[in-house]
């Protein structure tokens, strides 16, 4: 996708996706250049936004008896793999 602001012949072209060149759809941003830009996206996004949002949805909802360690007072005890008899598989 090319950078803000949309082509003058085709204005309803999508620019801009996923804010790589800021968060304007009308110009680029210009007080950093763009590789530190888009680094900065890829270490703050997850680590300030996705990390607490996932932290904080998963003691929200947790999943009871998913993998032994979320186990409560009202959990499934159904083992994740079987047991057959006789060390059959």
Do not use: C, K
């Not at 804010?19 to 996004?45: H, K, N, R, T």
């Not at 999943?63 to 793999?81: F, Y």
């Amino acid at each position: 996708m090319p950078a803000p602001p949309a082509p003058v012949d085709d204005p309803l072209r999508p620019v801009n996706i996923n804010y790589v060149y800021g968060f304007s759809s009308m110009e680029p941003q210009d007080w950093l250049p763009q590789p530190l830009y888009v680094a900065l996206m890829l270490v703050i996004l997850p680590t300030a936004i996705f990390l607490p949002t996932h932290l904080l949805l998963s003691r929200l909802f947790t999943v009871a008896g998913l993998d032994g360690r979320r186990t409560g007072q009202g959990a499934s005890q159904v083992p994740l793999r079987p047991e057959y008899p006789n060390g059959g598989s």
